[in-house]
């Protein structure tokens, strides 16, 4: 088979840098593997190593620096057929940890090539995650103060079954490359190789003293037996198989004529559990029961037990492009909290607009019209509040009908939920 390297774009590395002997050693194992370059995606981020998805006539993906192997699971979750290689410099193995150990834990088929020359090697030679505490590079003594990293032991603790420590001038590499990729699970090549450009000016470094330091090192070369598991992709898809198919979305049907068909703007301002976000879910699907298109975009405080709850929700016949709200036509406040975090948007209510509040609430001076609800008086607890607004608000038929919104309980709500939900309804239609 011939191979796959890129002809209109051939390697082009510094003279004597190893990965021009990796990149050659990967075609031939693509070779002996007898691959084609539609059965192969090459993912790589910032660096040296980030020129391989340019130098194969394969499938390739070049994203940020140390992001690789997110990039390369979510195409292989999505493509289980392809043979998915992430090659990646010890810039990015230090930049991108986090996912590293993700990647080993997680065990997706995908086999990451660490081109490790111990030097940000493309931007000056600085120190990276490998770079040995004797050598000398161009960040000053800072390699003096962090002990290097060990791709191969940050493996096998994390959990990865496959791990091999080798040398770029290896004369079995591409052999070991392709063992990697034929593996069904995560495998992890650790490549030791030199940089003439930037780390062997000060640092000597030559094939044999690679291998020497290799010797010198845990070994790995192959499967780790305490970490094999079945392959991340294959245990999804079996156990997702056996779930229950999820009920289908309904098909609302539009069937009402609305107060408007213009775009009409609705904040909804509550707190914690106030069941804002589901009300204003409630308040898209009641438009939509009048064929009218629905945005809704919503804002919770980072602590969920405590804090302002904000739903933003558009309703227009026409498409909605731009989500925000600028000028509300209708202010539905029920929770002080909100109230206090959206302040400087009562001063941009619409003058022909309307607010409809809980009587205990302070709110901002505002144009248009408030209208105040003594939820108390007429037996509304507070999780209630938001859905007595909408009530209160159909009611006026303003954005919404009294039908609109019932019909739209019946596509939210089954059972003795729906029950209470309509009868709160109905008890602040009759009290209005």
């Given at each position: 088979m011939t191979g796959l390297l890129n002809?209109?774009?051939?390697?082009?590395?510094?003279?004597?840098?190893?990965?021009?002997?990796?990149?050659?050693?990967?075609?031939?194992?693509?070779?002996?593997?007898?691959?084609?370059?539609?059965?192969?995606?090459?993912?790589?981020?910032?660096?040296?190593?980030?020129?391989?998805?340019?130098?194969?006539?394969?499938?390739?993906?070049?994203?940020?620096?140390?992001?690789?192997?997110?990039?390369?699971?979510g195409i292989k979750l999505a493509r289980p057929e392809l043979n998915v290689i992430v090659t990646m410099g010890d810039g990015g193995l230090g930049i991108g940890g986090a996912h590293l150990l993700a990647a080993c834990r997680r065990n997706i088929d995908l086999t990451l090539l660490i081109l490790n020359n111990f030097n940000f090697g493309m931007t000056g030679g600085q120190y990276s995650a490998t770079t040995p505490a004797h050598a000398q590079v161009g960040s000053g003594f800072l390699n003096q103060l962090e002990p290097p990293l060990d791709p191969c032991r940050i493996g096998a603790a994390a959990g990865a079954p496959y791990l091999v420590r080798c040398s770029a001038y290896d004369n079995t590499l591409s052999a070991k490359m392709a063992g990697a990729i034929r593996y069904n699970g995560f495998s992890l090549l650790d490549i030791h190789g030199v940089c003439p450009g930037r780390y062997t000016k000060k640092n000597r470094l030559t094939p044999k003293s690679i291998e020497e330091a290799i010797s010198e090192m845990p070994p790995f070369s192959g499967e780790i037996e305490e970490n094999v598991r079945p392959e991340y992709g294959a245990a999804y898809r079996e156990k997702s198989a056996s779930l229950d198919a999820p009920s289908p979305r309904p098909e609302i049907e539009a069937e009402f004529d609305p107060p408007s068909r213009n775009r009409q703007e609705i904040l909804l301002l509550g707190g914690a559990g106030g069941r804002i976000i589901t009300a204003g879910e409630i308040l898209c699907m009641a438009g939509m029961t009048a064929g009218l298109n629905a945005s809704q975009k919503n804002e919770y405080n980072i602590t969920v037990l405590r804090g302002p709850s904000i739903s933003e929700v558009i309703l227009s016949e026409a498409g909605i492009g731009y989500t925000a709200i600028d000028q509300p036509e209708i202010i539905l406040a029920v929770g002080q909290e909100g109230v206090d975090r959206a302040k400087k948007v009562f001063d941009a209510l619409n003058p022909d607009g309307m607010v409809i509040a809980a009587a205990d609430l302070t709110l901002p001076e505002c144009a248009g019209e408030v209208i105040r609800i003594d939820f108390k008086e007429i037996g509304i607890k507070e999780p209630d509040r938001a859905l007595a607004a909408l009530a209160v608000l159909a009611g006026k038929r303003r954005a919404i009908l009294p039908e609109m919104l019932k019909r739209a309980l019946e596509y939210r709500f089954k059972g003795p939920i729906n029950e209470s939900s309509m009868k709160l309804v109905e008890k602040v239609l009759w009290e209005r």
């Open positions: 002809k209109d774009r051939p390697p082009v590395f510094c003279p004597g840098c190893a990965h021009e002997r990796i990149t050659h050693a990967l075609d031939k194992a693509f070779q002996e593997m007898n691959l084609t370059g539609n059965e192969i995606a090459i993912v790589s981020d910032i660096g040296c190593s980030g020129l391989f998805d340019t130098f194969f006539r394969t499938h390739a993906f070049h994203g940020l620096h140390g992001r690789a192997l997110t990039y390369a699971a």
